[in-house]
């Protein structure tokens, strides 16, 4: 098929289908996790294996699989068919996305149940390989495995809550303790106390009293992940009006999280503000979510709560990595593949991120290393609007940022990073600046913001985006005048525009400015 203008969709040697790739990081070969709950089963192809896995296909069936089991010891006959005719589509559609690796993980309810072997002979006939039938405690590393490669520098619990159980383990950095399994799963629960959630709480109370898990939370961070509690978390997002609805890093502290349980658990759940938010499939457990995450909390005393997006599919994924993979930033790792997909220059972005840290120090700006971190990954996203319309770029660049599915960054710092471009192109006095990232973020991040925007604007009236000069370009303080010298080959880069960004930029910090050439 050829295009006409375009000389390479022209060439005979391209066609669409390959061209269309182009939006993926060459050479990428999905990867597919399919995760076999008690309450859900689920599809995720992801564009390949990496640092910061980006999933291009999410499916997900509730079919109840856990339902029932705790009382009859069965998986019920409904939910099986409704589970298998889900995973024949799932095969249909790994086959025709190209899928070459692909793991099926198999939780609590087909772990638990007596006709769970008949159950996985059909599962293994359907996706062509063995289900990995996880333990508790496998399924809690796991679980802890996602929070630990989307996290920077976890320290606290995680707790994985399914249709059937509960995992906890404790988490330090990259290392975890020991991992427990609880029969706390929303189903189960319902199952178990017949449908009262006052019942169910007491069942989760005694079951939590001797947890030594929850024993090591005090004063550190309760990390929740599964279905229901992100639908937790979602119903309090719309409940409060959350400006950035991005559930990944959302925290609650913990007071509000109490009294958010009780009022899950106490109001009629169809009623409650923000259900809108929740569909309908998941609202029943939300109660029963509530009820587990209440106790969780009494007992273990953690200063706040943080819902994760990762958690058993990509702990999996980060598992089979190479050990100097699993090191890398993850959210460095996607702002340079965000770089190569959408930059005009990879080369220029990296050249920027490195003048930054020259001019950052020669000018005495005072950073966190968790503005640094934030600083250089702003510059390889720098560019990642250039398509757009310049009326526009600014504002576009910055809901795709905020939005966008990065790991290992929390809420303000997804401000930042969005402000920081939105000062890059829309200038520097922020009248037009969403109040939402306002609310996200606290001057002194808005203050770095705008002081990365700005010199961002310098470098672009420097050099206009293009490598192999801002190398060149030095910028140094005596006795509080900020001079930037321009090298004599370079000498035509001095105009108007770059006495002006210059002049604002080094305003910001209370210097004057002079450029010498």
């Known amino acids: 098929m050829t295009l006409q203008g375009n000389s390479q969709i022209e060439s005979s040697d391209n066609n669409l289908d390959d061209l269309a790739m182009q939006g993926r990081i060459n050479g990428s070969v999905p990867v597919a996790v399919i995760d076999i709950g008690s309450n859900s089963v689920r599809l995720v192809m992801y564009e390949r294996e990496a640092r910061a896995p980006v999933p291009m296909y999410n499916e997900k069936h509730l079919c109840g699989l856990g339902r029932g089991v705790g009382v009859t010891g069965q998986l019920e006959e409904q939910a099986v068919e409704a ?29 638990d149940a007596s006709n769970g072997p008949d159950f996985l002979r059909q599962v293994e006939e359907i996706c062509g390989i063995a289900a990995l039938v996880l333990s508790g405690e496998d399924e809690a590393r796991k679980s802890a495995l996602g929070v630990v490669s989307a996290m920077l520098d976890p320290c606290g619990v995680v707790g994985d809550l399914g249709g059937g159980s509960l995992e906890l383990i404790s988490v330090e950095g990259s290392t975890l303790g020991t991992g427990a399994t609880h029969p706390l799963g929303g189903l189960r629960l319902q199952d178990m106390s017949q449908g009262s959630v006052k019942q169910a709480q007491k069942l989760a109370k005694s079951e939590l009293e001797e947890s030594q898990q929850l024993g090591s939370l005090e004063g550190k961070t309760f990390y929740a992940v599964g279905g229901t509690w992100r639908a937790l978390g979602k119903l309090h997002m719309a409940s409060v009006g959350y400006p950035l609805h991005v559930m990944h890093h959302y925290e609650i502290d913990v007071d509000e999280a109490l009294e958010f349980c009780r009022q899950c658990m106490r109001d009629d759940i169809e009623n409650f503000s923000g259900i809108g938010a929740v569909s309908k499939a998941r609202r029943s457990l939300l109660p029963y979510g509530a009820a587990v995450l209440h106790e969780v909390i009494k007992k273990g005393k953690p200063k706040r709560i943080i819902f994760s997006s990762l958690g058993v599919r ?31 220059s990879p080369q220029y972005a990296h050249e920027l991120a490195d003048w930054l840290d020259k001019v950052f120090a020669a000018l005495e700006i005072a950073e966190t290393a968790y503005e640094k971190r934030l600083r250089r990954a702003s510059c390889l996203l720098v560019d990642m609007g250039w398509r757009a319309h310049p009326d526009y770029r600014g504002t576009q660049s910055l809901n795709v940022i905020a939005h966008s599915t990065f790991i290992g960054i929390d809420h303000p710092g997804r401000a930042y990073l969005a402000m920081s471009n939105y000062f890059r192109h829309e200038g520097l006095s922020g009248s037009k600046l969403s109040g939402r990232m306002r609310d996200v973020s606290n001057l002194h991040l808005r203050t770095m913001a705008q002081i990365t925007g700005a010199a961002q604007r310098l470098a672009h009236a420097a050099v206009g985006d293009l490598p192999g000069m801002l190398p060149d370009i030095d910028i140094r303080l005596a006795d509080d005048i900020a001079v930037l010298t321009l090298p004599e080959h370079l000498g035509m880069l001095q105009h108007g525009k770059l006495e002006r960004r210059f002049t604002s930029f080094v305003k910001l910090l209370g210097y004057d400015a002079k450029i010498v050439c």
Request: charged fraction near 30%; include cysteine.
């Open 314 to 344: 990509e702990g999996h994924l980060f598992e089979l990595l190479p050990a100097e993979i699993q090191a890398e930033d993850p959210l460095i790792s996607a702002c340079e593949d965000l770089c190569i997909l959408r930059s005009r």
């Open 83 to 111: 589970a298998l005719a889900a995973l024949r589509r799932f095969r249909f559609l790994m086959d025709h996305a190209g899928v070459k690796k692909k793991y099926v993980l198999a939780t609590a309810a087909a772990r």
